[in-house]
């Protein structure tokens, strides 16, 4: 992790020593993602956006921090030390009642943002000296129909109180994070910032939808699939700007399913836990249980997880035909439903035609989307499978030309597109999509079709 002191310089919300200068208005981007979390913070007048790097590590991994927090004595910490907890967005979307599970997201969500405007702070100290500025935390949200609006309204609270907890001069303990949590209950704004709750989908797409390749005129209708680590998350959208020149998402089909790239590897894991306890006299495989447990707790990043369930362990012989009986048989069977029958198909002759359907772009992004199971998985889906009557092509995100990230890999730019169009993204109108009207026929007259003679 980063320096400490980096993060207490983000306790402020500007850093004024002398006169102050004229005023400037920041967008923290915050992609809360179930296995990492990734910052951008956007200053518009300046033309810039910077991708917060979080970890003392090079490449994509500087700027991931897992989606993690400790607690030693009451007070909570990102460094290594008290007991560890994970998963904090998946039981947070599990259990949004529970009140010990809000608690941790909002001291995680406010540890995260100090680690930002310390960061801003440091690194660019010359820019925003004596500055004062107007923030925006907009922090994104999983777009599944049916739940948006009763997910709005907790992420606007709980983000709001992260945000108090860290302005406040104090360590993030228990009764600060209690406290504020209360003092924002039946509140979704605090008086220092604007708290903006957008569609993770929506934002993923702005980068493209606002650059010169992006045609307004056709009907705009895209396929996003992500593969974070507890979730893939699939959605058939149009994308239009209105007549306030502002952004509409009208989603046709979303789904979101516990198909992420670590929820396979904890289903691997555990399948191998069965397969050696068949075995239980065996020390060997007593000690490969006791590994495999220990790497399941420890896997933070989905590209520490092995191509195959049949790559974690070597040197042990399988009683049943391996490839079959390992869960990544069902869970390619599960990844092509939900992307090819419950996303893709099921707007067919109820919201879109087949001609609207047939050669949809579509973007495979996410941390995991880099595992074979699920690129091949999704291509073969897709791409036009025996009998299908329309197909998809793929398109790739590429890196915004504002986006400053020292050291990110393009190809890996996908993994941030979401934090980054948070950070851009004005307000944008979010609604489930009515059907398009059909496109019109082509004229089968004979004359229309065949140029006669006479006109030669």
């Known amino acids: 992790m980063l320096d400490r002191a980096i993060e207490e310089r983000g306790i402020v919300l500007e850093h004024i020593v002398g ?28 033309g810039k956006s910077f991708a917060v790097p979080v970890a003392d590590a090079v490449g994509t991994r500087r700027f991931l921090l897992p989606t993690a ?46 680690r930002a405007r310390g960061w801003l702070f440091t ?8 500055v004062p500025i107007f923030w925006t935390l907009s922090i994104g949200i999983p777009k599944q129909q049916g739940q948006i609006d009763r997910d709005t309204s907790l992420y606007k609270r709980l983000a709001a109180a992260a945000w108090r907890v860290a302005g406040a001069p104090a360590p993030v303990t228990t009764g600060n994070v209690v406290a504020a949590m209360q ?3 039946g509140r979704q704004t605090d008086d220092t910032v604007e708290v903006r709750v957008v569609p993770e989908i929506a934002a993923e797409i702005y980068g493209f939808v606002s650059s010169e390749s992006f045609d307004p005129k056709p009907d705009n209708v895209f396929l996003m699939v992500d593969v974070g680590g507890k979730t893939l998350d699939a959605s058939l959208f149009r994308v239009k700007r209105n007549k306030a020149n502002r952004w509409d998402f009208s ?16 289903a691997r894991i555990d399948w191998w836990k069965e397969m050696l306890r068949a075995r239980a006299c065996d020390e060997r495989a007593v000690s490969l249980i006791a590994d495999l447990e220990a790497l399941k707790q420890s896997s933070m990043f989905e590209e520490m997880i092995p191509a195959k369930a049949t790559d974690y362990v070597e040197g042990v012989e399988l009683t049943q035909g391996p490839e079959a009986s390992t869960p990544d048989a069902s869970y390619r069977a599960e990844v092509r439903v939900a992307v090819r029958r419950k996303a893709y198909d099921s707007a067919f002759g109820v919201q879109l035609s087949d001609r609207q359907m047939d050669g949809v772009e579509y973007f495979l992004c996410g941390g995991g989307s880099r595992m074979e199971i699920y690129s091949k998985v999704v291509h073969g889906a897709l791409s ?18 504002d986006l400053l990230a020292p050291g990110l890999p393009e190809p890996d730019y996908d993994r941030f597109a979401v934090a980054y169009g948070l950070s851009r993204l004005d307000r944008t109108s979010v609604m489930d999509a009515k059907p398009l009207p059909p ?18």
Do not use: Q, W
């Open 251 to 266: 989603f046709f089909t979303s789904v979101v399913r516990p198909l992420g790239a670590l929820e396979l590897h904890g």
């Open 384 to 401: 036009g499978p025996s009998g299908a009557l329309f197909h998809a092509n793929r398109r790739i995100l590429r890196v915004p030309g």
């Open 123 to 130: 690194t660019h100290e010359s820019i925003y000296r004596d």
């Open 19 to 46: 006169t102050a200068a004229a005023s400037r208005e920041l967008v923290l981007g915050l992609d809360f993602g179930s296995s990492s979390t990734k910052l951008v913070i956007s200053d518009r007048a300046a």
């Open 183 to 185: 003092r924002n209950e």
């Open 439 to 456: 496109p019109k026929r082509r004229d089968r007259k004979y004359e229309n079709r065949f140029v006669s003679k006479d006109m030669c």
């Open 69 to 114: 927090i400790h607690e030693c004595d009451d007070r909570y910490s990102l460094d290594d030390a008290g007991t560890l907890y994970t998963g904090l967005k998946s039981d947070l979307l599990a259990s949004p009642e529970n009140v010990r599970v809000r608690e941790r997201a909002v001291a995680y969500l406010a540890l995260a943002i100090r």
